[in-house]
């Protein structure tokens, strides 16, 4: 199949964010591709060439593409800078020089989809000494072949910018629509894809064996499963009447949540967003070596930084010393944590996500030995509200955010967020009870003390019905002097000239930023806002949701990407949670 047959449908995608006409775009994309590349197509489409799990990236560096082009197009470095900062990617300025020099006469060889996806396998691989000279010598290649409108998408995806907005579930419903022709098969798609993480995986087995094998699908080790997921709820009572009367409270942990796969002596490790994260844990693997029976297990657990003489948790920002790429032997030592286990989803040969909660916990128990540094959550079934409340008590004593309440009976929900496991965190005075995660889309240049940095920033929330990102709140409080910097120093990398087509916004920030750093915030409560666009016309016409008083925690959420922030959706129950309990509270005082 010939790329240029994609790029078609890449130029399509490029005019419309409207969810349906992409699924409907990508659909007869995939219908007109073999089945033996819709893999490929796949990974192409989301602008990679593996799961992101495998960690493997294209990532040339913006210098780099501009050789080539120069080279190509036989412009000067110079002109391509200037026309870089007027359109504001490198593809686009490819595109305009090779249409002025009539390249399209010129390709010698038509660029099949193998083709393009081999020579970025090629250049994402290539390391060591002499590998810039290949991967130059391979792009001015493929560009040499390249049409304008080829050589466009091929440089956006070379560059990790392609951004045509179709996100993991557009793929599924893209998939459900080619191979299905019925709606309804979409969950078992869904399914298989919640348990391997891995969209290219899916709709390979979907286009090679059919809908009846996708059924059978099953965990694969060494890939990560999807996360469950936890609702929220504001007491113990609510909980409880929610759960119909008993339940398994565990400890909510402050730490890092991690996947453990392992295949005999083969170890995975995966972060809550399903990052391969094995480099940055290897006391985790000698840990789960020594202290968990079983060849072939996945099993679920907060790691969590501890005092090595008390044995007692410490605070989530002790652990972030351990998120980093170099120094790791010395950061093992200087920051030991604990892993803290708290589900199995497989183990020797067999698939566990079918089973109750209490069955799994109970084979989590047999295969776990406990010490100082290996542990199951503590957990208690609970009856009563005090039960509850006495287990919050000792939960927040221990250094713990509250707890997560399990429904015994309940199956692991891979990928789901739903009420078989709710969060209770501690109460804030007179604030909102939980925080939110949200995207940092725009800033404001600072003044005075913080000139020279952006001052605020505009932060959205995920719509995932329209996907895109709707504006929440302005922010300006919670930062140090120390934080501005770091904000300043990671934001700058990531600015872009205009406003994302998929950012929804009434306020025009300083700068806009290609939406990808996600930070925590609390607030005193969720309004209507005619200004902010979160959940727009839901509550009332032409009014959105916002955060008033928001202040950022300290936390940046890099455990966590953009369609893992808190949702529209989110945002509307925390709304109308508190209008419940206002209502409440006002018909005590009466
Ligand atoms: P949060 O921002 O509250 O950590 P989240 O979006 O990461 O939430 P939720 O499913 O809403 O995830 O809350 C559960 C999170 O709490 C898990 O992702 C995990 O990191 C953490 N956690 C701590 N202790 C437990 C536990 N006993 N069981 C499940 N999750 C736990």
């Known amino acids: 199949m010939l790329y240029s047959e994609v790029a078609a449908a890449y130029e399509e995608m490029d005019n419309t964010s409207k969810r349906l006409e992409l699924t409907k775009i990508l659909a007869d994309l995939i219908k007109k591709t073999p089945n033996k590349l819709v893999d490929k197509v796949i990974y192409l489409t989301q602008g990679k060439i593996y799961p992101d799990f495998m960690g493997i990236e294209i990532g040339l560096a913006d210098r780099s593409v501009m050789r080539a082009i120069a080279s190509t197009s036989g412009h000067s470095l110079k002109e391509i800078e200037k026309k870089y900062h007027l359109f504001g990617d490198l593809g686009s300025v490819a595109e305009d020089l090779l249409q002025n020099k009539g390249q399209i006469t010129l390709f010698s060889e038509q660029l099949t989809i193998e083709k393009v996806y081999d020579v970025l396998d090629s250049i994402a691989k290539s390391s060591g000494p002499g590998s810039l000279a290949l991967r130059l010598r391979l792009l ?154 079983g060849k072939e297990y996945v099993v679920e657990g907060e790691v969590v930084a501890i005092d090595i ?111 078989a496991w709710i969060k209770l965190k501690r109460e804030y005075n007179g604030e909102l009870t939980d925080s939110l995660d949200l995207i940092v889309v725009g800033a404001f240049h600072g003044k005075g003390r913080r000139t020279g940095k952006y001052g605020a920033f505009l932060l959205a929330s995920y719509d995932s019905l329209n996907n895109d990102l709707r504006t929440v709140c302005k922010v300006g409080t919670g930062f140090s002097d120390e934080n501005l910097i770091k904000f300043f120093n990671l934001l700058v990398s990531i600015k872009v000239p205009n406003k994302p087509n998929h950012v929804i916004s009434n306020i025009d920030a300083d700068v806009w930023f290609n939406p990808q750093v996600v930070i925590e915030v609390m607030g005193s409560e969720i309004t209507l806002s005619s200004i902010h666009t979160a959940a727009m016309d839901t509550v009332r016409k032409g009014n959105g949701l916002a955060l008033r008083f928001p202040k950022f925690t300290g936390r940046i959420r890099s455990d966590k990407g953009v369609s893992d922030s808190t949702t529209n959706t989110e945002l509307l129950k925390m709304y109308q949670r508190q209008r419940k309990l206002i209502a409440k509270h006002s018909d005590n005082i009466l």
Request: glycine share 6%; hydrophobic share 40%; with cysteine.
């Open 140 to 293: 001015n290649r493929l560009l040499a072949n390249s049409s304008p409108k080829e050589a466009k998408y091929i440089l956006r995806t070379a560059t990790g910018k392609l951004r045509l907005g179709i996100a993991d579930y557009t793929v599924l419903d893209a998939l459900a629509l080619a191979f299905t022709d019925d709606k309804k098969n979409r969950p078992k798609i869904e399914r298989a894809y919640n348990l391997s993480g891995d969209l290219g995986l899916v709709a390979n087995n979907l286009a090679m064996n059919g809908l009846k094998e996708i059924e059978k699908f099953h965990i694969k080790l060494g890939h990560p499963v999807r996360p469950m997921l936890a609702e929220r709820l504001d007491s113990g009572k609510a909980i409880l009447e929610k759960m119909g009367g008993t339940a398994a409270l565990e400890y909510k942990l402050d730490g890092e949540r991690v996947q453990i796969s392992c295949n005999s002596n083969k170890f995975w490790i995966f972060s809550r967003r399903l990052e391969n994260i094995t480099s940055q844990y290897p006391d985790l693997i000698e840990l789960s070596k020594s202290n968990l029976k």
């Open 309 to 419: 003489n008390t044995g007692a948790y410490l605070p989530f920002q002790e652990l972030m010393h351990r998120r980093r790429k170099h120094g790791i032997a010395k950061a093992v030592n200087d920051y030991p944590v604990s892993i803290n286990f708290f589900d199995i989803l497989f183990l020797d040969g067999k698939d566990l996500t079918e089973l109750p909660y209490q069955n799994r916990r109970n084979i989590l128990k047999d295969i776990v030995k406990s010490n100082a540094r290996v542990n199951i959550v503590p957990s208690k079934i609970a009856t009563t509200v005090e039960e509850v409340e006495e287990f919050m008590a000792s939960a927040i004593t221990d250094g713990c955010e509250g707890l997560v309440v399990k429904d015994q009976k309940s199956v692991y929900r891979a990928g789901a967020r739903e009420f």
